[in-house]
């Protein structure tokens, strides 16, 4: 997400954070079975495992996902780390584990010309800056092997390692086939209140015109669970036999709506609250069940200022190449998934690619048609018999 040393348009689609330049959005595209969707759960995997390491019992087993394909895989350790900035501070955080134990973990505060260390773990132990990370003085012995050192940290009350955990836990949302319930779940809830996030989807929803005039949704309280059903309804014109406008009916949203219409209902919560408060929101298959025009305007939310003034970011995995155009994204924000003769997927950018010619694409090529003539790499190839 760190925009690379482009004139490409559109300009808008660049923010600057403190003397970074930073994308608003990124596309992963390539063939089915390509590794795009494994992107992104290892960024849903990094962020559970921080997010839950505070509630792991000592003797707990640690999530992995390790690659299965290659002799011996399973038993060299998982690693993540993540560059990421939060308020006016930028850090690099990450950490090395296997079933059972974290083998490494490292904390850096990300400055103008050097990194400061907060603290580095090994196998020998843990050192901790004093001066930079004071919260984890005396801390180094009370974590449990399988736990993260930030996490007990926070969990102590530590100031500076609550803000990475919060980083994880509320500014960077995934949304996979894992968590797509929950956020369902939140974009009902959302259309329950009145808020600046639900006018803003509303509006979004009249300007597409997918049909309906209003939301309408009821708390309904579940007397055997006692917990609270949502009762979503859309509301349309009902109409005379010529065609006037008598009144409105109120009609079951899931059962009346298109597949597409109801993905973007469950996606608004996510989209409309991230442009609200500047998060980082990432979607697996943006374009599944959508209009490719649906998906063009949802682009069009991160990158016009207006619609995104605290500077969201998107990064999403699509098929969908009517996004491939100069219009809506710059080189450097296209990227590709492809499989190496191992199985293991290469991940790498357009602005990236040397063409067979020697030269690399230009900012006024036609992304789509190259693509789709398999220039750029990462299509389906199929066996003629």
């Known amino acids: 997400m760190h925009a690379q040393g482009l004139d490409d348009d559109p300009k808008s689609n660049i923010s600057k954070q403190g003397r ?41 087993k640690l999530t992995r996902d390790p690659y299965a394909f290659l ?8 690693m993540f780390e993540v560059v990421f900035i939060t308020g006016k501070n930028t850090f690099r955080y990450g950490f090395k584990y296997n079933d059972n134990e974290i083998e490494s973990e490292w904390l850096f505060k990300v400055r103008s010309k050097d990194e400061q260390a907060f603290f580095l773990r090994e196998d020998d132990g843990i050192a901790v800056n004093e001066s930079a990370f004071s919260e984890g003085i005396d801390n180094e012995s009370r974590v449990n092997k399988n736990r993260l050192f930030v996490s007990l940290c926070a969990q102590l009350g530590g100031k500076m390692s609550n803000v990475i955990i919060n980083w ?29 996030e639900r006018d803003d989807a509303l509006g979004f929803f009249k ?3 997918l049909g309906f005039n209003d939301i309408s949704v ?22 005379s036999r010529s065609g006037k406008i008598k009144g409105s009916l109120l009609t079951p949203f899931d059962q009346y709506e298109s597949a597409g219409t109801i993905k973007m209902l469950e996606l608004s919560g996510p989209i409309f609250n991230s442009l609200k408060l ?5 979607i697996d298959e943006l374009d599944a069940k959508m209009h490719p025009i649906l998906a063009q305007e949802i682009v069009r939310l991160f990158s016009n200022p207006e619609t995104n003034p605290n500077n969201a970011q998107l990064i999403f995995s699509t098929h969908d190449t009517h996004l491939l155009s100069t219009r809506l994204l710059r080189r450097d924000q296209i990227w590709f998934t492809e499989k190496d003769y191992k199985e293991q997927t290469d991940l790498y950018r357009l602005s990236d690619i040397v063409l067979s010619n020697g ?24 066996i003629n018999d």
């Open 71 to 78: 002799e011996g895989a399973y038993l060299e350790p998982t």
């Open 168 to 196: 994880f836990d509320e500014e960077c949302r995934v949304i996979s086939g894992i968590d797509n319930d929950n956020y369902s779940l939140y974009s009902r809830y959302m259309f329950s209140e009145k808020s600046d």
């Open 278 to 282: 500047g998060l980082t929101l990432v």
């Open 218 to 239: 009821v708390k309904l309280k579940n007397d055997v669970d006692n917990i609270e059903d949502l009762d979503v309804k859309s509301i349309h014109n009902f109409y």
């Open 20 to 60: 970074y330049k930073v994308l608003k959005m990124a596309a992963v595209y390539g063939a089915n079975s390509s590794g795009k969707s494994n992107l992104i759960r290892a960024l849903d995997l990094m962020r559970s495992v921080v997010v839950n390491s505070v509630k792991l019992n000592a003797n707990s």
């Open 207 to 209: 300007k597409l015109q």
């Open 359 to 382: 030269s690399k694409p230009r900012s006024d090529t036609n992304y789509e048609k190259n693509y789709i003539a398999g220039r750029y790499g990462a299509i389906p190839y199929f």
